[in-house]
């Protein structure tokens, strides 16, 4: 990594494409004395790193009181990094907010659910509507941006960090927010017989009879009774929020347009809606920590989920651990090997950088038991640091090839943080319904049968789609419906499960119960809904074939058995058992060229397979094997489309033997190994091939 830097991405708005793949992670060196810092360059150089975040948690080193400002360091630090060809992902340091700030302006510490406001310590502490932290962090910002505008390191702008990742972080229930709160609600309300009738306040006697009464779902108060409530704090908090984000983007964006401004995001979380968040970002990028038992697809999943959010747009993976987390109950290693697997399935599923948390072991703190690529013996002949060094040498090796790739998916699963908040919230209809398990379980399916699949949120436009699931979309409003309903006429497949269409927005029940604006568009009606308690099964018995699926076929289900009254669907498979016996359990409704399914129960992971195979195959959706095969058991495969047209395969051995892929048609080139091949790739135990025709 010793050549110069290569330009930086044009002027253009929203500037996305990367000069090549990253490398690199989160570097800490106010932490450490200049002789270990100059030593950091070096090892840097040698572990093929060309990228660090920094300094994500500096403010106070930055600015030690707010007339003091000491710079001099990180230049040091900047100028050196760029005279090794390394990157900046250059934070505005706001992360952590010095004490000094907390005792001059005590109330820019947030303050919990009980009303009780926080103490110095911590991260990620400020109060989000705190008009000091605005002014202090947006100043930070323009200091920073005008101070290396034109470094030659500077190369991304990483906002904050993980906004939201700590219990009480933008979770402020202060008085200030909560007048924010009342006042974000007049003004989508209008007046207070409004809020009264779309909270639904009449139920346990709670009309509010003026502004002054409206409250957030304090711990001690309304924190459980009204999930309408519940529902529009969780959009206050989430916006409030990212207007932080927003406010240090916009300086940035003012200063240095050409930059791209991300923030860390985390996959699957509940309190951001990611989706109102991405549209705030040149570039998503999010932090990567699997637990040892998460499967491939798992993380495949968070891959696609965060891809998702930018409509397929390639990603960066700004943080995982080169070997272990210090905040599991059990600080598992990374066997050898897995550290590169799981890389190259972030760059598989669309990731264009590998990053760590974080380049060098701390001493003390919480996190001195966190994976870091130079460990604690502060060496570099270890296994982490050779493995890590190897991969830069790897990803070095792809170049540019891989840069700008899309998934081209045809199936598309739906995902909603409005419809995660509101099943949350829900008192029932089962304590084991879990939104995120739910999505996962038939991503999981589609990703078994080596679909390309795209989550998307349910207002993105779906044209592009022929398969379209919608696990557990309780939450569901008639414009959204409206469109699946119109893509289903013009020849898509549309997968419903059990308890969708139940609610609308502020959580109300649609008139007439569910699917509520989906019935014309499955051809049905819900009477009730049996919730199993854990050790309960059904089953469904297939009374017509479906795809592979023969007439007569039955398996168990269990979890939720919906009810179903048919109008225009026809039924597919019945229930064996219980009251409900011989009633609907999967359903089918044409409409136009199309077709809407119903699942009303949740058939085991094999049958969901099996059934999502069927209907795949109904619009001729295969993996990118080519035909209907699935790829072997534990390969994961992702096909991508480059800026330039060619087709790049990646397969991901995620088993531990080695396994025979047979390849389409065609002559392949393995861009890590320059190997030419033909009919069957090889792969490793943990073996990793990118294709390219
Ligand atoms: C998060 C944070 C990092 C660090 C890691 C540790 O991802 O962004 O600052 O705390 O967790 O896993
Ligand atoms: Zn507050």
């Not at 898509?492 to 109300?508: P, Q, R, S, Y």
Request: net charge negative; charged share 20%.
């Amino acid at each position: 990594m010793t050549e110069p830097n290569a330009p930086l991405p044009s002027a253009s708005a929203a500037p996305t494409r990367l000069p090549r793949l990253l490398h690199g992670g989160d570097y800490n060196p106010e932490q450490w004395p200049e002789a270990v810092r100059d030593e950091d360059i070096a090892l840097m150089t040698a572990a093929n790193v060309n990228v660090a975040t920094l300094p994500v948690f500096g403010w106070v080193s930055l600015q030690p009181s707010e007339d003091t400002f000491t710079f001099e360091w990180l230049d040091a630090v900047l100028n050196r990094m760029a005279d090794s060809g390394i990157y900046a992902c250059l934070a505005t340091a706001t992360a952590s907010i010095p004490a000094w700030m907390d005792q001059k302006y005590p109330d820019i510490l947030c303050t919990d659910a009980s009303g009780v406001r926080r103490r110095h310590g911590g991260r990620h502490t400020f109060c989000p509507t705190s008009p000091d932290f605005r002014r202090l962090s947006t100043d930070l910002a323009r200091r920073i941006a005008e101070r290396y505008r034109d470094h030659p390191a500077l190369l991304l702008w990483h906002v904050g960090n993980e906004y939201g990742g700590n219990a009480t972080s933008g979770r402020c229930f202060c008085a200030r927010c909560a007048a924010a709160f009342r006042t974000w609600l007049q003004e989508k309300y209008g007046d207070l017989e409004t809020l009264n009738a779309r909270w639904y306040l009449a139920f346990w006697g709670h009309t509010l009879t003026h502004w002054e009464q409206v409250e957030p779902p304090y711990a001690n108060g309304e924190s459980q009774t009204h999930q309408a409530q519940r529902l529009d704090w969780s959009r206050f908090q989430s916006d409030t929020l990212l207007e932080c984000f927003k406010a240090e983007a916009t300086v940035l964006r003012e200063i240095t347009p050409s930059i791209p401004i991300t923030t860390n995001l985390m996959g699957a979380f509940l309190p951001l809606n990611y989706h109102a968040w991405a549209k705030e970002m040149d570039v998503v990028s999010w932090d990567n920590y699997p637990g040892p038992h998460d499967p491939p697809s798992f993380v495949a999943f968070s891959h696609a989920l965060m891809r998702g959010l930018k409509e397929g747009q390639p990603f960066l993976l700004m943080e995982q651990s080169p070997s272990q987390q210090n905040w599991q109950a059990y600080n598992w290693l990374k066997a050898p090997g897995l550290l590169r697997l799981q890389s190259f399935q972030a760059v598989a599923q669309g990731a264009e950088s590998v990053m760590y948390f974080q380049w060098r072991r701390g001493r003390g703190g919480i996190e001195k038991l966190h994976g870091a690529v130079v460990e604690h013996p502060g060496r570099h002949d270890t296994r982490v640091f050779r493995e890590v060094s190897e991969l830069g040498a790897d990803l070095a090796r792809l170049g540019d090839a891989t840069l700008g790739g899309r998934v081209s998916a045809r199936a598309a699963l739906l995902f909603d943080w409005e419809a995660w908040w509101a099943l949350s919230y829900s008192s029932g209809p089962s304590t084991d319904l879990q939104y995120v398990q739910e999505c996962r379980a038939f991503y999981a399916a589609l990703y078994g049968l080596g679909i390309q699949t795209e989550i998307v949120a349910p207002d993105a436009d779906l044209s592009r789609f022929d398969l379209i699931v919608a696990p557990v979309l309780s939450l569901i409003e008639s414009r959204t419906a409206a469109a699946i309903e119109q893509r289903v006429e013009n020849g898509a497949t549309f997968l419903a499960t059990f308890f969708t269409g139940l609610v609308d927005n502020n959580d109300l029940v649609h008139a007439g119960g569910a699917p509520g604006p989906l019935t014309k568009t499955l051809g049905l009606w819900v009477e009730e809904t049996d919730a199993l308690p854990k050790n309960k099964t059904n089953a469904l018995r297939f009374e017509r074939q479906l795809g592979g699926i023969e007439a007569g076929r039955t398996f168990p289900s269990r979890l939720l058995c919906d009810r179903v009254r048919l109008e225009a669907a026809q039924m597919v498979a019945a229930y064996t058992d219980d009251f409900y016996a011989g009633e609907p359990a999967l359903t089918v409704n044409t409409l136009g060229q199309g077709r809407a399914y119903y699942l009303a129960t949740r058939p085991e992971d094999d049958a969901l397979t099996a059934i999502l195979a069927a209907l795949c195959a109904e619009r001729g959706i295969g993996s990118p094997l080519g035909g209907g095969t699935p790829p072997p058991a534990g390969v994961e495969v992702s096909g991508r489309v480059s800026p330039g047209g060619s087709p790049l395969l990646y397969l991901l051995n995620h088993s531990l033997s080695s396994v025979n892929v047979a390849l389409p048609p065609g002559t392949y080139t393995d861009l890590l190994t320059g190997e030419t091949l033909a009919e069957i790739a090889s792969l490793e135990p943990r073996g990793v091939r990118i294709l390219t025709l």
